[in-house]
């Protein structure tokens, strides 16, 4: 499942992969020399990859947390200016100097808080997870966009934080003692921003949601197993969708900006009946929080709702509540048999599909 998150300039990404970290300027290459000063209680770091270079300023915090914080200076090769600017708690912040190998140069200001933010209600431009007494406190419903590391001995981790519809947690482990992504362990989490302020004894989502009494909201990005080869391996079974109008700026139109809005790691429950005309219907229960972000966007919003990985749509939602009231939605797979029976082998290849939903 792809999700959108603040995005920087590609030339601000150029110490993310595939760098090793070098506690001196002169313990990887000695022909480049220090070019920035790190404010008081800030570490110099200075960061070489592929030809390129990184220097910036570390903040070291409790919990054995640590961020960019001061300024920072990048170069895509030697003499060649990347960007240059300053970063506030993991983000960048004031005015960014970013340049391409053509050496165009551009320059862009990044506020406290992007425009999303500035539209969402509770977001505070603090560090989303902080450590005190023993705890780490995730702070879901600010969500405030910003790159946060938590290093072990055994292990580096790199914590992206960002917010749209939820809040996205990007988890990314690092080879100890470098830059460098380990694609084994890494995974998203989607967490409504509902779900509030939690405390956690470690940083690992996964693990630690279930822990708390939590659905799990998130996944890895491993190959699915499928029961249909020819709909791909990593395709999405059942996804919901929310549209928001926006103007392109080019045609000068109005259009729909789809965004993600909920998926199979959301279903609590997933049933399937053959309706007396033959047509098949899936209804889903949601967990809790994500049924109630469902509710609240479809009352103001476009939505949709999709089978294998978008490729085949299905009806429009119709809601009821059980004897307990609980939401169960439902929507009308296929009229053409063949692309029905596609859809149910998507739907059961990763959810169980049980006789009923309907809670008692």
């Excluded at 705890?135 to 790199?158: H, I, K, M, N, Q």
């Excluded at 053409?336 to 990763?350: W, Y």
């Amino acid at each position: 499942m792809r999700v959108r998150v603040q995005r920087l300039s590609t030339a601000l990404k150029i110490v993310a992969i595939s760098a090793v970290l070098c506690g001196a300027p002169d313990s990887c290459f000695a022909d480049w020399t220090k070019t920035i000063e790190c404010p008081a209680g800030r570490i110099y770091r200075d960061v070489r990859s592929d030809g390129g270079r990184m220097e910036f300023c570390e903040l070291r915090l409790a919990g054995s947390l640590r961020v960019k914080d001061g300024p920072s200076r990048s170069w895509i090769g030697e003499d060649m200016l990347g960007a240059e600017g300053r970063y506030q708690n993991g983000r960048p912040i004031g005015q960014w100097k970013e340049c391409d190998r053509f050496d165009r140069c551009t320059k862009t200001t990044y506020d406290i808080l992007n425009l999303r933010e500035q539209a969402r209600v509770g977001v505070h431009p603090q560090l989303p997870v902080l450590y005190s007494a023993g705890r780490y406190r995730f702070d879901f419903a600010s969500c405030w966009s910003s790159v946060v590391y938590g290093e072990t001995p055994e292990s580096l981790l790199e914590l992206t934080f960002g917010g749209d519809l939820r809040c996205i947690v990007v988890y990314s482990p690092k080879t100890v003692g470098t830059m460098r992504s380990v694609r084994e362990g890494e995974y998203t989490c989607g967490i409504p921003y509902s779900v509030g302020v939690r405390e956690f004894e470690s940083l690992d989502l996964i693990a630690e949601l279930p822990k708390a009494g939590l659905p799990q909201f998130c996944w890895r990005p491993e190959p699915l197993r499928m029961q249909t080869p020819r709909d791909g391996n990593q395709i999405v079974a059942f996804a919901i969708w929310v549209g928001r109008g926006f103007v392109d700026a080019r045609t000068n139109t109005s259009r729909l900006s789809w965004g993600l809005l909920a998926n199979v790691v959301d279903v609590e429950c997933a049933s399937m009946t053959t309706q007396p005309g033959g047509r098949r219907e899936l209804t889903v229960r949601l967990n809790r929080y994500v049924e109630n972000l469902v509710i609240d966007r479809a009352g103001r919003d476009a939505t949709k709702a999709n089978t294998c990985g978008g490729q085949f749509p299905l009806s429009q939602l119709s809601m009821t509540r059980d004897a307990a009231g609980r939401a169960l939605f439902t929507y009308a797979l296929s009229e053409m048999p063949a692309t029905a029976e596609r859809q149910r082998a998507c739907i059961a290849a990763q959810i169980e599909l049980k006789p009923s939903c309907a809670s008692r």
